[in-house]
Nanobody
Framework: QVQLVESGGGLVQPGGSLRLSCAASGFTFRIYAMNWYRQAPGKEREWVATITSPGDNTRYQDSVKGRFTISRDNAKNTVYLQMNSLKPEDAAVYYC???????????WGQGTQVTVSS
């Protein structure tokens, strides 16, 4: 079955960096787009970044452009989110996501907590 397992969250000071990882299994990872979302307390889940496949085209939410980088390693079935210059407003639970045929059902990981605080 499809599994997405995030890791790499933690506590970081403002201005710091973290790299999130999402290990995927149960589907042909290399041919599907992958996404990162986040959800802060009391707020709706919001899209953060997408990486397509093939081509590795990337798109970002405006608030993270220039600070976050999404990438993928198809040999390891893993998608990453490098987060630099973190701000308190980046604090949230970060989720890995993909959508797969035939019904284009949404699949989510369990999430990883990112806390940005001094």
């Amino acid at each position: 079955q499809v599994q997405l397992v995030e890791s790499g969250g933690g506590l970081v000071q403002p201005g710091g960096s973290l790299r999130l990882s999402c290990a995927a299994s149960g589907f042909t990872f290399r041919i599907y787009a992958m996404n990162w979302y986040r959800q802060a307390p009391g707020k709706e889940r919001e899209w953060v970044a997408t990486i397509t496949s093939p081509g590795d085209n990337t798109r970002y939410q405006d608030s993270v452009k220039g600070r976050f980088t999404i990438s993928r390693d198809n040999a390891k079935n893993t998608v990453y989110l490098q987060m630099n210059s973190l701000k308190p407003e980046d604090a949230a639970v970060y989720y890995c996501h993909t959508r797969l045929p035939p019904e284009w059902h949404d699949y989510w990981g369990q999430g990883t907590q990112v806390t940005v605080s001094s």
